[in-house]
C-alpha cells in the first residue's frame, strides 16, 4: 500500500465511525430527551397524555397525601395545578410550600404519574427551571431570590 | 491574622507566577540561559507561597475563626476535625484554592524534576504553566477570596453541607483536582513544542508519565464520587450521567487516547500532530468541567458558585486557553513533521482505532452533556438528556473498543497479524461464549443484551491475561523460563495487561448490577420480614441517638439467609441542626462482590418505615476493576523506561537535529 491509499483507509474509517456516531446521536436526540415544563406550559401547550416530560414547580401547602410509600401533592406554578401521584420514597428535603422538579408521564390535562421526583437538598435552594418558571408567571417572591442566591445547592434524585 | 498572612502570600504567588510566566517566555525567545533559568526558582517559590496560602486557610478551619466568611458559611464548631480540614475544599473559594495549590504542585514538580530538559523548553514549559497558574490566582483573589472578613464576627458557624460530610467526598475532590490538573502538563508541554515549532519522540517519553500520573488519579476520583453517590445520595445508583459527572468522564476519555497515542508517538514517532491535539483538547476538556461545575450554570451538588461574574470570569479564561491554544496548533502544527509509515493492520493501527473510537465517545457525551445549554441558550426550551441518550450512543461506540481491546497488544508494531492475533485469542472467544451461553440459560428470559455485554467483558478480560501469557511464553517452555521472561517483562507490558484486564472487571460489574439487581421499595412495621434473592431481613426496632453535629434515627435489621443470621443492617437519616437539614444514610451488607442496599424512607406516625432494598449481584466490580486499572497505570508508571534518571537519553537524543 502507498502513503496516499494508507491515509486514504485512515481517513475512511475515521469518517465511517464519525458517521455512525453522528446517526447514533440523532436518533437518540429525537427519542430520549425530556423537555421541562410549569403546570401554565402543560395547560396552555395542551399536551398530549402520555408525553414524557420533566414537571417543575411548588408543593401547593397542604395538598400532600400518603398511604405507605404513595404519595400524591398538587405542583402549581401560582396560576395552573397539576396533581402528582408517585409510588415510592420522597427526597429527604420534600416539603410542602417548596421547589420539586417530577419527571414521568401525563396522565391527562390535570394529573401526572412521577416515576422520580427530585427535590432540593438544602434549606437555601430552588432549583433553576422551577425559578424561571415562577418569575414567568410572575409569582417570583423575593425570598425565593435570596434562597436561590444563596450558596449550595444540590438537587438530589430520587426513584 | 493568619487570614491576612493567608490572602497577602496568595498576592505574594500572583506576582510570582506572573515572573514566572513571562521572563522565561522571553528567555526562551532570545536564547538568555539567565532569563530562562529564573523559571525554575520561582515554580518552587510558587508552591511554597500558595502552599502557605492554603495551610493559612487550613489552620482558621481547624481553630473555627468564624470571623473569616469562608468559614463561618462552611464549618461548624462541633464538626469532627477530619471534615473541618475537607470543608477546606467543600467550598467554591477554597476548592478553586486547592485547585491552585495543585497547579503549583505540578509546576514545582516539573522544574524539579525537569533538570534534564533541554532548557528552552523546560523554559517554556513552566512559562505555560504559569500562564494558567496566573489565570486562577486572579481569579480567586478578583472573585473568590476565601480570606473576606465578617465584620462582626458570629459565634457559630452555619456548617458544611452535611452530604459533603463524609471520607468519600473528603479526598474525591483532591484526586479528582490532581487529574485535571495534571492534565496541564501535557497542555504545557504541548504548547511549549508548538512555540518551539518540534517536537520528537523523546517528547513523548516525558509526557507519557506524567499524562499517566494524572490518569490514574483522575480515574481513582472518578471511581470515588461514583461510590460516594451510590452509598450517600440513598437510592442505589452509582452513575447518573449527571452533567456533572460527564464534566469529569470527558477529561478521563480524552486522557486515555492521550495515554495511546502518546505510545505511538514514543515508540514509532508517529501521530505527532494527533497527540498534540489531544493533549490540548484533554486540558481544555478539564478546564470546560471546572467551568460547568464551578459557573452555576448547572445545578448540583458541586454547584458551590452561583455569582454570574465568577462564571464570565472562568469563561473567559476557558476562551483564552481553549481558544488561544487551538489558535496555536492551527498555526504551528502544519511544520511539525510526519513520522513513521505503518500498516492499517498494525500496533499503530489498533492504537489509532482506541483514538478514534475514545474521541468519538466523547464526542458523543459532549454533544449530550451540552446540547441542553447549547438549546437554552438559543430557543429557551428547557430539556434534560438522561441516560437512555448515553446508552444509546456511549455504549455503542464502547462495545467495539473493548471488543478490538485484546487484539491491540497482540499485533505487531508496522505490519501485524490479525488472523494470528484471533488464533491466540480462541480460549478467549470460547471462555467468554461459554460464559455468555450459561448466563443466558440461568436468566433464561431475561434481558437479552446483559449476557452478551458479560461476554464482552470475559473477552476483555481472558484476552488480557492471554496477552501476558504470550509474552512470557507460558507453557510453550519450561516454567522456570517463563518466570524469568515475566521478571524480564518490560512493567509497561504488564501495566497494560493489568489495565485492561480491569475494564473487563469493570464492564462485569457494570453488565451485572444494572440488569440483573433486584428492588424493593415498601413500607414495613417492626417485627415483618421482607425477602429478596434468598435473603430474609426482619425489621427489629427503630431508635433514635446522637452524633457530634447531628441527630439520627436508626432502623435495625437482622439479614438471615436459609434461617442462620449472616448480618445486621442499620441505615439512619440524620438531621442537622445547623442547617436544619438531613441525610439519608444507606446500609450495605457485602456477601463476596455483591451487596444488600437498604436505605430507609420517611417514617409514619404510627412507626412504620419506608424502605428502599436492594440487591446488587457483582457491583463491587465496579470499583475494583476501577482500582484494578489504577494498578495497571501504576505499573506502568514505574517502567525503567519512564523513571526519572532514564531521559538522560532522550536529551542526548535531544542535541542531534530533531529531524
Same mark, same amino acid.
Not at chain 2, 206 to 219: D, E, G, K, S
Given at each position: 500500500?502507498?502513503?496516499?491509499?494508507?491515509?486514504?483507509?485512515?481517513?475512511?474509517?475515521?469518517?465511517? +465511525?464519525?458517521? +455512525?456516531?453522528? +446517526?447514533?446521536?440523532?436518533?437518540?436526540?429525537?427519542?430520549?430527551?425530556?423537555?421541562?415544563?410549569?403546570?401554565?406550559?402543560?395547560?396552555?401547550?395542551?399536551?398530549?397524555?402520555?408525553?414524557?416530560?420533566?414537571?417543575?414547580?411548588?408543593?401547593?401547602?397542604?395538598?400532600?397525601?400518603?398511604?405507605n410509600i404513595?404519595?400524591?401533592?398538587?405542583?402549581?406554578?401560582?396560576?395552573?395545578?397539576?396533581?402528582?401521584?408517585?409510588?415510592g420514597i420522597?427526597p429527604d428535603?420534600?416539603?410542602?410550600?417548596?421547589?420539586?422538579?417530577?419527571?414521568?408521564?401525563?396522565?391527562?390535562?390535570?394529573?401526572?404519574?412521577?416515576?422520580? +421526583?427530585?427535590?432540593?437538598?438544602?434549606?437555601?435552594?430552588?432549583?433553576?427551571?422551577?425559578?424561571?418558571?415562577?418569575?414567568?408567571?410572575?409569582?417570583?417572591?423575593?425570598?425565593?431570590?435570596?434562597?436561590?442566591?444563596?450558596?449550595?445547592?444540590?438537587?438530589v434524585k430520587s426513584q | 491574622?493568619?487570614?491576612?498572612?493567608?490572602?497577602?502570600?496568595?498576592?505574594?504567588?500572583?506576582?510570582?507566577?506572573?515572573?514566572?510566566?513571562?521572563?522565561?517566555?522571553?528567555?526562551?525567545?532570545?536564547?538568555?540561559?539567565?532569563?530562562?533559568?529564573?523559571?525554575?526558582?520561582?515554580?518552587?517559590?510558587?508552591?511554597?507561597?500558595?502552599?502557605?496560602?492554603?495551610?493559612?486557610?487550613?489552620?482558621?478551619?481547624?481553630?473555627?475563626?468564624?470571623?473569616?466568611?469562608?468559614?463561618?458559611?462552611?464549618?461548624?464548631?462541633?464538626?469532627?476535625?477530619?471534615?473541618?480540614?475537607?470543608?477546606?475544599?467543600?467550598?467554591?473559594?477554597?476548592?478553586?484554592?486547592?485547585?491552585?495549590?495543585?497547579?503549583?504542585?505540578?509546576?514545582?514538580?516539573?522544574?524539579?524534576?525537569?533538570?534534564?530538559?533541554?532548557?528552552?523548553?523546560?523554559?517554556?514549559?513552566?512559562?505555560?504553566?504559569?500562564?494558567?497558574?496566573?489565570?486562577?490566582? %486572579?481569579?480567586?483573589?478578583?472573585?473568590?477570596?476565601?480570606?473576606?472578613?465578617?465584620?462582626?464576627?458570629?459565634?457559630?458557624?452555619?456548617?458544611?453541607?452535611p452530604v459533603?460530610q463524609d471520607i468519600g467526598l473528603a479526598v474525591h475532590?483532591?484526586?479528582?483536582?490532581?487529574?485535571?490538573?495534571?492534565?496541564?502538563?501535557?497542555?504545557?508541554?504541548?504548547?511549549?513544542?508548538? #512555540?518551539?515549532?518540534?517536537?520528537?519522540?523523546?517528547?513523548?517519553?516525558?509526557?507519557?508519565?506524567?499524562?499517566?500520573?494524572?490518569?490514574? %488519579?483522575?480515574?481513582?476520583?472518578?471511581a470515588m464520587g461514583s461510590y460516594w453517590a451510590y452509598y450517600e445520595l440513598g437510592w442505589g445508583g452509582w452513575w447518573f450521567?449527571?452533567?456533572?459527572?460527564?464534566?469529569?468522564?470527558?477529561?478521563?476519555?480524552?486522557?486515555?487516547?492521550?495515554?495511546?497515542?502518546?505510545?505511538?508517538?514514543?515508540?514509532?514517532?508517529?501521530?505527532?500532530?494527533?497527540?498534540?491535539?489531544?493533549?490540548?483538547?484533554?486540558?481544555?476538556?478539564?478546564?470546560?468541567?471546572?467551568?460547568?461545575?464551578?459557573?452555576?450554570?448547572?445545578?448540583?451538588?458541586?454547584?458551590?458558585?452561583?455569582?454570574?461574574?465568577?462564571?464570565?470570569?472562568?469563561?473567559?479564561?476557558?476562551?483564552?486557553? #481553549?481558544?488561544?491554544?487551538?489558535?496555536?496548533?492551527?498555526?504551528?502544527?502544519?511544520?511539525?513533521?510526519?513520522?513513521?509509515?505503518?500498516?492499517?493492520?498494525?500496533?499503530?493501527?489498533?492504537?489509532?482505532?482506541?483514538?478514534?473510537?475514545?474521541?468519538?465517545?466523547?464526542?458523543?457525551?459532549?454533544?449530550?452533556?451540552?446540547?441542553?445549554?447549547?438549546?437554552?441558550?438559543?430557543?429557551?426550551?428547557?430539556?434534560?438528556?438522561?441516560?437512555?441518550?448515553?446508552?444509546?450512543?456511549?455504549?455503542?461506540?464502547?462495545?467495539?473498543?473493548?471488543?478490538?481491546?485484546?487484539?491491540?497488544?497482540?499485533?505487531?508494531?508496522?505490519?501485524?497479524?490479525?488472523?494470528?492475533?484471533?488464533?491466540?485469542?480462541?480460549?478467549?472467544?470460547?471462555?467468554?461464549?461459554?460464559?455468555?451461553?450459561?448466563v443466558?440459560?440461568i436468566e433464561?428470559?431475561g434481558?437479552?443484551?446483559a449476557?452478551?455485554?458479560i461476554?464482552?467483558?470475559? %473477552?476483555?478480560?481472558?484476552?488480557?491475561?492471554?496477552?501476558?501469557?504470550?509474552?512470557?511464553?507460558?507453557?510453550?517452555?519450561?516454567?522456570?523460563?517463563?518466570?524469568?521472561?515475566?521478571?524480564?517483562?518490560?512493567?509497561?507490558?504488564?501495566?497494560?495487561?493489568?489495565?485492561?484486564?480491569?475494564?473487563?472487571v469493570c464492564l462485569l460489574g457494570i453488565a451485572c448490577e444494572a440488569n440483573y439487581g433486584a428492588e424493593r421499595i415498601l413500607s414495613m412495621k417492626a417485627g415483618q420480614t421482607v425477602s429478596i434473592r434468598g435473603y430474609d431481613l426482619t425489621f427489629d426496632n427503630l431508635v433514635s441517638r446522637?452524633g457530634?453535629?447531628y441527630r439520627e434515627l436508626v432502623a435495625r435489621f437482622t439479614v438471615r439467609s436459609g434461617g442462620t443470621t449472616i448480618g445486621v443492617l442499620d441505615p439512619s437519616k440524620r438531621?442537622?441542626?445547623?442547617?436544619?437539614?438531613s441525610t439519608t444514610e444507606a446500609a450495605l451488607l457485602t456477601r463476596g462482590f455483591s451487596q444488600i442496599y437498604l436505605s430507609l424512607g420517611d417514617v409514619?406516625?404510627?412507626g412504620s418505615v419506608a424502605i428502599r432494598l436492594y440487591h446488587k449481584p457483582l457491583v463491587l466490580l465496579i470499583w475494583l476493576g476501577s482500582v484494578v486499572?489504577? %494498578?495497571?497505570?501504576?505499573?506502568?508508571?514505574?517502567?525503567?523506561?519512564?523513571?526519572?534518571?532514564?531521559?538522560?537519553?532522550?536529551?542526548?537524543?535531544?542535541?542531534?537535529?530533531?529531524?
Open positions: 500500500m502507498t502513503r496516499k491509499q494508507r491515509r486514504l483507509v485512515m481517513i475512511g474509517s475515521g469518517l465511517a +465511525v464519525l458517521a +455512525v456516531a453522528a +446517526v447514533l446521536v440523532m436518533t437518540a436526540l429525537r427519542d430520549s430527551i425530556v423537555f421541562f415544563n410549569s403546570p401554565t406550559d402543560i395547560v396552555e401547550k395542551n399536551m398530549q397524555a402520555g408525553s414524557r416530560i420533566r414537571l417543575g414547580g411548588l408543593v401547593q401547602p397542604g395538598s400532600l397525601q400518603r398511604k404513595d404519595a400524591s401533592f398538587d405542583v402549581t406554578d401560582g396560576k395552573n395545578v397539576i396533581r402528582v401521584s408517585y409510588r420522597l428535603l420534600f416539603r410542602e410550600g417548596q421547589g420539586v422538579v417530577a419527571e414521568g408521564q401525563l396522565i391527562d390535562g390535570h394529573s401526572f404519574r412521577a416515576d422520580s +421526583v427530585l427535590a432540593k437538598h438544602d434549606e437555601n435552594y430552588m432549583p433553576k427551571e422551577v425559578a424561571d418558571a415562577l418569575k414567568k408567571q410572575g409569582h417570583w417572591k423575593d425570598d425565593y431570590g435570596n434562597q436561590a442566591g444563596a450558596q449550595k445547592s444540590s438537587p | 491574622m493568619i487570614a491576612e498572612i493567608g490572602h497577602y502570600a496568595l498576592v505574594l504567588a500572583l506576582a510570582l507566577a506572573l515572573i514566572q510566566a513571562v521572563v522565561p517566555l522571553v528567555g526562551a525567545r532570545i536564547k538568555d540561559p539567565v532569563m530562562m533559568s529564573v523559571a525554575g526558582p520561582t515554580a518552587l517559590a510558587q508552591l511554597a507561597f500558595v502552599g502557605l496560602s492554603f495551610a493559612a486557610l487550613t489552620t482558621l478551619y481547624v481553630i473555627s475563626d468564624f470571623s473569616v466568611v469562608n468559614v463561618f458559611e462552611n464549618s461548624h464548631s462541633a464538626k469532627p476535625l477530619s471534615y473541618k480540614i475537607s470543608g477546606v475544599w467543600g467550598n467554591h473559594e477554597g476548592s478553586m484554592l486547592l485547585w491552585a495549590l495543585i497547579l503549583a504542585l505540578f509546576g514545582a514538580l516539573v522544574a524539579l524534576f525537569g533538570r534534564n530538559l533541554p532548557p528552552t523548553l523546560r523554559a517554556n514549559v513552566l512559562a505555560v504553566q504559569s500562564f494558567i497558574a496566573v489565570a486562577f490566582e %486572579f481569579f480567586i483573589l478578583a472573585t473568590s477570596n476565601p480570606f473576606a472578613r465578617l465584620a462582626q464576627p458570629p459565634f457559630e458557624g452555619r456548617d458544611l453541607n459533603l475532590p483532591p484526586l479528582l483536582y490532581l487529574g485535571y490538573v495534571g492534565f496541564s502538563i501535557s497542555f504545557s508541554f504541548a504548547v511549549a513544542a508548538l #512555540i518551539e515549532g518540534r517536537i520528537d519522540a523523546a517528547w513523548a517519553r516525558w509526557v507519557r508519565p506524567w499524562t499517566l500520573a494524572a490518569w490514574m %488519579f483522575l480515574t481513582l476520583g472518578i450521567w449527571d452533567p456533572v459527572e460527564n464534566a469529569s468522564l470527558m477529561p478521563w476519555i480524552a486522557g486515555t487516547a492521550l495515554l495511546h497515542s502518546a505510545l505511538v508517538m514514543e515508540k514509532r514517532n508517529a501521530l505527532k500532530v494527533w497527540t498534540v491535539l489531544l493533549a490540548i483538547l484533554t486540558f481544555s476538556l478539564s478546564l470546560l468541567g471546572t467551568f460547568l461545575v464551578r459557573s452555576g450554570v448547572l445545578t448540583s451538588v458541586h454547584t458551590f458558585a452561583t455569582d454570574p461574574t465568577r462564571g464570565v470570569f472562568i469563561l473567559a479564561i476557558l476562551i483564552f486557553f #481553549i481558544g488561544g491554544s487551538l489558535a496555536l496548533y492551527a498555526w504551528r502544527a502544519p511544520s511539525l513533521k510526519q513520522g513513521g509509515l505503518f500498516a492499517p493492520i498494525s500496533r499503530e493501527g489498533a492504537l489509532v482505532l482506541n483514538n478514534l473510537l475514545l474521541t468519538t465517545a466523547c464526542a458523543t457525551v459532549f454533544v449530550g452533556t451540552l446540547y441542553p445549554l447549547a438549546l437554552e441558550a438559543l430557543t429557551g426550551d428547557k430539556i434534560s438528556v438522561g441516560p437512555p441518550f448515553f446508552n444509546a450512543t456511549f455504549g455503542p461506540l464502547f462495545l467495539p473498543l473493548m471488543i478490538a481491546m485484546p487484539f491491540g497488544p497482540l499485533l505487531a508494531w508496522k505490519r501485524g497479524d490479525l488472523l494470528g492475533a484471533a488464533q491466540r485469542l480462541t480460549l478467549a472467544f470460547a471462555v467468554a461464549l461459554i460464559a455468555m451461553a450459561t443466558f440459560a433464561w428470559g434481558p437479552v443484551l449476557p452478551f455485554l461476554g464482552v467483558a470475559v %473477552f476483555a478480560m481472558i484476552g488480557a491475561l492471554i496477552d501476558l501469557k504470550e509474552r512470557i511464553q507460558l507453557f510453550h517452555q519450561p516454567f522456570a523460563v517463563s518466570l524469568r521472561r515475566l521478571v524480564g517483562l518490560p512493567r509497561s507490558a504488564i501495566g497494560t495487561a493489568i489495565a485492561h484486564f480491569g475494564l473487563g446522637a457530634p453535629n438531621t442537622f441542626q445547623a442547617r436544619n437539614s409514619s406516625d404510627d486499572m489504577v %494498578f495497571g497505570g501504576a505499573m506502568s508508571l514505574s517502567d525503567r523506561r519512564l523513571r526519572i534518571g532514564a531521559p538522560r537519553v532522550a536529551r542526548r537524543r535531544n542535541l542531534q537535529p530533531a529531524e
